[in-house]
């Protein structure tokens, strides 16, 4: 498994079991933008990298700074603001009121300085609020409580100097804070039992197999309930109120345009897009920044890197929609995506992930399960045992993780060009925004917290494949394995560095727990676009004889004979035939852990309300439904059905009318081949709703029956024969209504 950029943002990518026999590959990307006031955030100079979960000041079982971005799906999408609240223009405060809105969400936080016990008339009282100029945003200097397990205890006896009032505070019902909760506090732990648990903190080595019946994936959104939106909308205005060192408000825009990610099969060659959706938005207020997290799902044969093939991530610098045959075209013959992209930019892709895997909730809802007095990781968290990079001295602290996490370093792009970025328009000059911030970031007016221990540099590649199909990114100095032609214009070449690529044995891999390590926000590479090199005359091919027996050709090769800067993809061997499935129901597709419920329900419940007699009200509630919670499921599924059918082979199309016709026969709605010749006849002589009746269907049943159809008579051409002759015979029984010409009724005298 290789990933290729073509942006500035780094990517991860590892294969995990969704369910017996389904192997499913999670990507990432993680960009990272600039805050700037009344404009759209603008790339930063300096990527973050995709890390593991990191606590405040280095401190095991503190609450988490920084959330992990590893994880293989997220149903929903997680807002979070990490960091510190600033008093307007720095003067001291004793209280203050930080803000974060964007579209409908909207969360604030009430913030007091500390108010210690003090010696009184009577004993100890609460003293006054001391003044402060930022206060950090983080669950230890909130109340404790059932869901705040590391808060300040007001039910302790009172004791001189000890906290009497809470330094952070929500309004009711909300969570006293903004930023990220552990995996081990119980509003994540109870979302899964503990065979699911052990099953989400498998240790290295293990092979945890597929997710448990009942898995609940909302157990990897790290935000708190209240911080989860449905989807997060590109070009959405942000609000932010005290949550920026130099400015009181800032008021910018998300970026509107996305990176996209694409896979190239390594035995077809065929390029197919992994659709990808913002599930994580991380705004940190120190560094005035923030950064998107982009995670795509597909299915892949195996979980081993070779049956995975290249992935590709890239964006175009103006916006535009990047096509799998642009990737093809770029990839294979060289030039740029601006000279290959064609069609604008459309409304992104934006649904709603799947909360279990398929088919295994009975009772339609979540399970539970007693906590772990020990809570170590969640699986799909990088691990870099005795591998680190240097910090940054722009990037905030990363202390060492509690719960057996890490932080993982994923490294720069393949290639990075600039000035030009995704999300620039090259042709048209932008306004002039306010920069935020207004110093360079090493120059912000801010407090250094406490200095965490440097770790040393990562040791040299290792050379060898990286378990559980996870890659990384990084600089080298090396020529690539496939180099990539320039994608945007170049800016003039920079010197390269001396540095060593960074591959890390195990970074963002699942099931793995090791120490923590500080991020690194990385400036973009420095290695200069790869030149264009003919192909030296004078190194023959070589001999056919030495091609393994077991490779072969990659598809699409250029027939012509060799050019400048042409790329091709490097033969790769075949895997090994996987052993032959039992004989039974087909596996469903992993694109079912989209759906708002698992497939097998909700194509059933289809079936079972599409009947014409049937009290749709009971039967949802028998499902633990009502008619308004069901609409929206509909709509959502509807809309992920429709979207993988038109990306893929429509697996999980076919898959739901297998259910759904399956489910009709059961509750005796049956359809012969004289049924479906008579539903034929009827739609095409206008009485299809008679027909219906008689049949007793009803009008929702008839695109999975035709799809269904369509499908079997494809295969078997006996089938389809007898189809046609009993059409033949029943539009022979059944001619078409007389249509006559349009006569007025004749009027009676003296009307």
Known sequence: MEIRSFCPFPAAAFVWEAAPGVHSLTILVKATFLLVHGAEATVAPAQDEPSGDVTWDNEPGASLRFATDFAPLKPRTDVLVVGHAFAPKGAPVTELSCRIEMGDFAKGLRLVGDRRFTPGPVGLAAGPAAAFTRMPLRYERAARGEGNPVGIDLAATPARDAMAVANVAASTGQTPGLGPLAPGWPQRRRLVTDEGHRWATAARGEEPGPAPEGFDFGVFQAAPPDQQIPLLRPGATLVLEHLHPTLERVETRLPAARPQAFRIDPKTGRVSEIALRCDTLTIDTDRGRLSLVFRGLTDVPAKAPIAVGTLVVASHPQGLRVRPADIEKVVRQGGSLEDVAGAPEKHPLEMRHDTRPIGQVRSGGTTSGSASAKAPALPF???????????????????????????????????????????????????????????????????????????????????????????????????????????????????????????????????????????????????????????????????PASVPASAVPVPFSPKDAVKPALVTLPTIPLEPKPPEPEQGEPALPGAALLLPLPLEKYASIAAEISGPTVDVGVTLRRHGLDEEKWARIQAESTAIIAEDAGRADGALLEAFDRIYVARMEALGRKVDVQGHARLSVAAAHGKLSRCLEELALGRADLLPLRRSLGRRAAKDPAFAAELRAATEAERATSPPPEVGLFKPPRRKRGS
Request: aromatic share 4%.
């Open 381 to 543: 968290r990088p691990a870099a045992p005795g591998a680190s990079a240097p910090a940054a001295p722009a990037a905030p602290p990363r202390p060492a993780l509690p719960f057996g996490s890490s932080t993982v370093h994923v490294g720069a792009p393949a290639v990075v060009i600039r000035p030009a970025t995704p999300f620039e328009r090259t042709s048209v000059p932008p306004p002039p925004p306010a920069p935020v911030p207004a110093k360079p970031e090493e120059e912000l007016d801010i407090e250094p917290d406490p200095p965490t221990p440097t770790r040393p540099s990562a040791p040299p590649p290792s050379g060898r494949v990286l378990p559980f199909g996870s890659v990384t990114l990084g600089p080298s100095t090396a020529p690539p394995k496939v180099s990539p032609a320039t994608p945007f214009p170049a800016a003039p070449p920079r010197p390269q560095t001396g540095e060593a690529p960074r591959v890390l044995p195990s970074a963002g891999l699942p099931f793995v727990k090791a120490e923590a390590a500080p991020p690194s926000s990385r400036a973009p590479a420095s290695v200069p676009p790869p030149a264009r090199i003919p192909a030296p005359a004078s190194v023959p091919p070589p001999a």
